[in-house]
């Protein structure tokens, strides 16, 4: 018999709630007004809680907007991999994870390549920057599962061919070049590249 789920504890309920609300706060601010044009002063006054307490749960504005993106991202990859079980061909189901990545970076834009820009050159150490780093690692995990369908794309090194996309990825999302265009085009892109990496 399984014991009963343990039910958490004032002290952790209140940090839980803290961190909710110190989360919903930069959420909020970041996507009105872009991560640059907000201080974590703000984002503590909006969570109503102090500054010394908001640096507990993220010590760098960075952290914060690792914080925010991550869920984020963890649920675009979620609608990713489902809506990838649907397609038939190879090409389909990568795009079909990697579209609702794209959209989710693009909401703000600079918010979006400023998230990205973490991950590469962050601090390793902090726990959300490790957290983003997973959620790239599933992604490219979630990749080799589709590349491997094809026999012969799984012959030429499904997670090599994985880390290219991945890289393509990154720098068509970060890109000066990309800035105009719409989540759509920018799709279009990477579609376009990874077409003739796979031989599609």
């Keep these: 018999m399984q014991p009963a789920p343990q039910t958490l504890g004032r002290r952790e309920r209140n940090k839980q709630e803290k961190l909710d609300r110190i989360t919903a706060a930069a959420r909020d601010l970041f996507t009105r007004f872009g991560v640059d044009e907000v201080t974590t002063q703000q984002v503590a006054e909006k969570a109503d809680v102090g500054s010394g307490t908001l640096f507990l749960y993220a010590k760098t504005k960075a952290e914060l907007l690792l914080l925010v993106h991550n869920a984020k991202y963890a649920q675009a990859l979620e609608a990713g991999v489902e809506a990838a079980a649907r397609e038939k061909t190879v090409l389909d189901a990568v795009m ?42 599933r992604t490219e995990a979630a990749v080799v599962d589709v590349l491997n369908r094809d026999k012969r794309l799984a012959a030429r090194g499904a997670e090599k061919l994985a880390g290219i996309i991945s890289a393509i990825m990154f720098i068509s999302m970060t890109s000066s070049a990309t800035i105009e265009l719409t989540a759509a085009q920018v799709g279009d892109e990477i579609r376009d590249q990874i077409s003739v990496l796979l031989g599609a």
Excluded: M, S
């Design 96 to 137: 079909a994870i990697i579209r609702p990545i794209i959209e989710c970076n693009r909401v703000q834009i600079e918010n979006g390549r400023t998230y990205l820009k973490e991950i590469v050159f962050g601090d390793l150490a902090e726990p959300h920057h490790a957290e983003a780093l997973a959620l790239t690692q």
